[in-house]
């Protein structure tokens, strides 16, 4: 009778399977995180401004 036994999951595998995921989905959401802290701050002022517009500007 115990021929019959047969498991159909290996939950130690599948622990470490699911640990696995979810710290490549917190290291991926601190990146994004990061990415999105790291732009420029443009604030007011108009950061696509050239040297010519600056100059004509003064003028």
């Known amino acids: 009778m115990k021929a019959l036994f047969l498991p159909l999951v290996d939950w130690g595998m599948g622990t470490i399977i699911i640990g696995v995921f979810a710290l490549v989905c917190v290291i991926l ?3 994004v995180i990061g990415m999105m802290n790291s732009g420029k701050k443009n604030g007011s002022k108009n950061s696509n401004k050239t040297e ?8």
């Open 29 to 31: 959401t601190a990146i």
């Open 52 to 59: 010519e517009d600056e100059l004509t500007q003064k003028k």
